[in-house]
């Protein structure tokens, strides 16, 4: 069973930071893909960061440089570190994990936790 629990959403200032932490099962290493996906009212959910299987990590470029996505052995966990936020950022942040079952992807998704940035 596979289960993705987010926290650290919030209220932030702009320019601020905050950092989400999603508690992954069965491990945060056991996945295809896992990391972060972000949508704003009246937009699709859209990408913001991921880690691949093999370490890799890919940003949406509207996030680059400004957030930073790791993997956390012990705590089974995916955290992302997000700094110098702006409205723009503004979104419920989903927890997403991808896992292959034959070849074919089977994904997985947290509740999502509001993120809201304030100007």
């Known amino acids: 069973q596979v289960q993705l629990v987010e926290s650290g959403g919030g209220l932030v200032q702009a320019g601020g930071s905050l950092r989400l932490s999603c508690g992954a099962s069965?491990?945060?290493?056991?996945?295809?893909?896992i990391g972060w996906y972000r949508q704003a009212p009246g937009n699709q959910r859209d990408m913001a960061a991921l880690?691949?299987?093999?370490?890799?990590?890919d940003y949406a470029d509207s996030v680059k440089g400004r957030f930073t996505i790791s993997r956390d052995n012990a705590k089974n966990t995916v955290d992302l570190q997000m700094n110098s936020l702006t409205p723009e950022d503004t979104a419920v942040y989903y927890c997403?994990?991808?896992?292959?079952?034959?070849?074919?992807?089977?994904?997985?998704w947290g509740q999502g936790t509001q993120v809201t940035v304030s100007s």
């Open positions: 880690i691949n299987r093999n370490g890799s990590k």
């Open positions: 069965p491990s945060a290493f056991s996945f295809n893909a």
């Open positions: 997403y994990a991808q896992i292959r079952v034959l070849g074919t992807p089977i994904n997985y």
